[in-house]
């Protein structure tokens, strides 16, 4: 089974709007860690937000948002107030374990478009 | 003052040749992984890498082999290059805390032909 599933290959949102990107996941590691990595088309993969799954809160980065429904296995990502260089490639990915050399996997991304 | 540098960023070369990327970051950091994007733009793990521990895709053919200098250095040697190794290669690397947040090199785009 796929451990992390990005069911929108694509998403379009308005300038200044905001838009969630899904994401699930599927563990039975009680610790765990979602990532969300943003690679616009120069290529480069940029670190946006993290959560934990002991985590009490969700996590905030600037516009980011991560709803995390721990219940329901789901990490998805808010960016408010979309920006045209918000036009990128996203990753939603997931760490298993506490610590350790402990590898990302992947889901196959959503590449958003900002419409001005 | 790049975190996670590799060189090349294009390589392009016929297949059957053995080609080397070299990884190296400068965060302190004390594990690096290669992942392999395809055309896709699907990330898949090769291998990771601390200073103790080495692990292996078990899909990772073995004409891939990691070869690390020191904790700054991860390079990746591919033999006997085939068309479908062509993708892009990153590198990240990472501090084996609770977060364990990794931070990816801009990537080397190899093509064999």
């Known amino acids: 089974a796929q451990k992390i599933t990005q069911t929108q290959p694509g998403m379009f949102v308005q300038e200044k709007e905001a838009v969630t990107l899904d994401c699930t996941y599927d563990?039975?590691?009680?610790?765990?860690?979602l990532f969300w990595y943003k690679q616009p088309s120069s290529g480069e993969m940029i670190f946006l937000i993290y959560q934990g799954s002991y985590d009490q809160q969700n996590a905030t980065e600037g516009r980011y948002s991560l709803n995390f429904q721990k219940a329901r296995k789901s990490a998805n990502l808010v960016i408010s107030a979309s920006q045209l260089g918000d036009s990128a490639m996203y990753f939603c990915?997931?760490?298993?374990?506490?610590?350790?050399?402990?590898?990302?996997?992947f889901g196959t991304g959503t590449r958003l478009t900002v419409i001005p | 003052d790049t975190a996670v540098s590799q060189t090349p960023k294009y390589l392009v070369t016929q297949m059957g040749n053995d080609k080397s990327i070299k990884c190296e970051q400068n965060?302190?950091?004390?594990?690096m992984y290669w992942y392999k994007q395809d055309s896709k733009k699907f990330l898949k793990i090769m291998f990771s890498?601390?200073?103790?521990?080495?692990?292996i895709n078990e899909t990772v053919p073995n004409r891939f082999s990691p070869k690390s200098p020191d904790k700054a250095h991860l390079n990746l040697h591919i033999n006997s290059l085939e068309l479908g190794d062509s993708a892009v290669y990153f590198c990240?690397?990472?501090?084996?805390?609770?977060?364990?947040?990794?931070?990816f090199g801009p990537g080397t785009r190899l093509t064999v032909l």
């Open positions: 990240a690397s990472s501090l084996r805390t609770q977060r364990n947040e990794q931070f």
């Open positions: 563990t039975s590691d009680p610790s765990y860690g």
């Open positions: 890498y601390n200073n103790k521990e080495l692990i």
């Open positions: 965060l302190g950091h004390d594990t």
């Open positions: 990915a997931m760490r298993e374990g506490r610590t350790g050399a402990n590898n990302l996997f």
